[in-house]
């Protein structure tokens, strides 16, 4: 049972750039979440998703952000017009209900040039 | 909404002592207290979690405790080895709130 997948691990991006960061839920999970991780700090909560449903983007920002968890295929982050600020990893986690646990996956690493 | 707080935010042992790191939470709805272990450059991976109805937890050398009333749950390793080395995250969830509220880390260094 394939874990969590993320791509690219890493992106590299100019200001004024799209970044697109792609999830595949584990096999059986339907419920996908979005973290930011700053250097040396925790995980900020994003946006949690289930099939073809934002459920709560109350961690994102409302501008330049958006989410989606089609009823095919990944899950996408997309982040339009990237600033330096938005330099961090991006973790992805799934579950197989709301509130059980959550099995992370290895992050994109966003750089903003 | 929840707020979970983490102590402390660095801790330093030396090989084969105990650590422990604690946790508080706000929201007596909370009901699900998992612990991940972050290594430089890695993914978050659950190490133990708790539900509300157990008071305690154990796998080999990592022990959860939890105190419902206090609202505050702790992690216990024992006999640290380097390997132990990392940023371990505590966080509550709900089935109310449907989702994780981490705390902010704690680096944990072992040392040899």
């Known amino acids: 049972n394939a874990g969590v997948m993320q791509n690219p691990r890493h992106l590299v991006r100019r200001r004024g750039q799209e970044a697109r960061l792609r999830c595949s839920p584990m096999?059986?999970?339907?419920?996908v979440y979005w973290y930011r991780q700053l250097p040396e700090e925790g995980l900020k909560f994003m946006v949690y998703l289930q099939k073809e449903n934002i459920i709560d983007e109350s961690g994102m920002p409302k501008e330049r952000f958006s989410a989606e968890f089609p009823k095919e295929g990944p899950s996408i982050l997309r982040i339009q017009q990237v600033v330096r600020g938005d330099s961090a990893a991006y973790f992805c986690?799934?579950?197989?209900?709301?509130?059980?646990?959550?099995?992370f996956g290895p992050g994109t690493r966003l750089l903003v040039l | 909404g929840e707020n979970v707080e983490q102590h402390p935010s660095t801790l330093s042992v030396q090989e084969g002592d105990s650590a422990v790191i604690k946790c508080t939470y706000s929201d007596s709805a909370s009901n699900y207290f998992p612990w991940y272990k972050q290594e430089l450059g890695k993914r978050p991976q659950l190490i133990i979690d708790?539900?509300?109805?157990?008071g305690e937890k154990k796998d080999q050398r990592i022990a959860v405790t939890l105190n419902k009333t206090a609202k505050h749950f702790s992690l216990h390793i024992t006999e640290t080895q380097p390997e132990d080395s990392a940023v371990y995250f505590c966080a509550a969830s709900s089935t109310v709130f449907n989702k994780f509220y981490f705390g902010s880390g704690t680096k944990l260094n072992v040392k040899p």
């Open positions: 986690a799934s579950s197989p209900g709301g509130s059980e646990t959550q099995y």
């Open positions: 096999k059986g999970h339907s419920h």
């Open positions: 708790i539900r509300s109805n157990v």
